[in-house]
T-cell receptor, first 111, second 115 residues
Framework: GEDVEQSLFLSVREGDSSVINCTYTDSSSTYLYWYKQEPGAGLQLLTYIFSNMDMKQDQRLTVLLNKKDKHLSLRIADTQTGDSAIYFCAESSGGSYIPTFGRGTSLIVHP | GAVVSQHPSRVICKSGTSVKIECRSLDFQATTMFWYRQFPKKSLMLMATSNEGSKATYEQGVEKDKFLINHASLTLSTLTVTSAHPEDSSFYIC???????????FGSGTRLTVV
């Protein structure tokens, strides 16, 4: 099946930028998503990007897409302790649109 | 918009009993809902696709007789874990999609503990 890979952990200091990386294998991916999951909660859609876009910025969040390398990244500027959570990368393609998720990156923000 | 409500958020039950989890789309109609199971430090595993008015589609390896899904209306899907055992303890999350443009909306999840 199609795979979505992401590193499992990232630790940063408060105020620094965080960059979470993701790679995927499905060349027909249409939508790429970043979800945030806080402890004991469901997933919250943070942002998304179409496969025909290179970059999307939304306040402190910047998504970069390298379609050639099938690489997606999420940059969080001025990371705060409240950003500590698990971040899931997901992709979906035309047809069912059922997303395939990565295993999630646990972001730990130190004061 | 696009809110999905899931109840209960946490449930503890005895082995052998059944537990029902509800998933509601509050401000949109969802002909299709999805049920995921999340293991510790693992990604989300899609269990089944719930279709309004018809049978659910189960993923390979998911026991349909153990995880009963009913999608009786355009805003409600239920997952019943029958004859629960400790190995069924997990975090179950439902989701629905209003428009792929906006991604899937997830419920807040249900932590099931079987003792």
């Amino acid at each position: 099946g199609e795979d979505v890979e992401q590193s499992l952990f990232l630790s940063v200091r408060e105020g620094d930028s965080s960059v979470i990386n993701c790679t995927y294998t499905d060349s027909s991916s249409t939508y790429l998503y970043w979800y945030k999951q806080e402890p004991g909660a469901g997933l919250q859609l943070l942002t998304y990007i179409f496969s025909n876009m290179d970059m999307k910025q939304d306040q402190r969040l910047t998504v970069l897409l390298n379609k050639k390398d099938k690489h997606l990244s999420l940059r969080i500027a001025d990371t705060q302790t409240g950003d500590s959570a698990i971040y899931f990368c997901a992709e979906s393609s035309g047809g069912s649109y059922i997303p395939t998720f990565g295993r999630g990156t646990s972001l730990i923000v130190h004061p | 918009g696009a809110v999905v409500s899931q109840h209960p958020s946490r449930v503890i039950c005895k082995s052998g009993t059944s537990v029902k989890i509800e998933c509601r789309s509050l401000d949109f109609q969802a002909t299709t809902m999805f049920w995921y199971r999340q293991f510790p430090k693992k990604s989300l595993m899609l269990m089944a696709t719930s279709n309004e008015g018809s049978k659910a589609t189960y993923e390979q390896g998911v026991e349909k007789d153990k995880f009963l899904i009913n999608h009786a209306s355009l805003t409600l899907s239920t997952l019943t874990v029958t004859s629960a055992h400790p190995e069924d303890s997990s975090f179950y999350i439902c989701s629905a999609i209003r428009d792929p443009l906006y991604g899937y909306t997830f419920g807040s999840g249900t932590r099931l503990t079987v003792v």
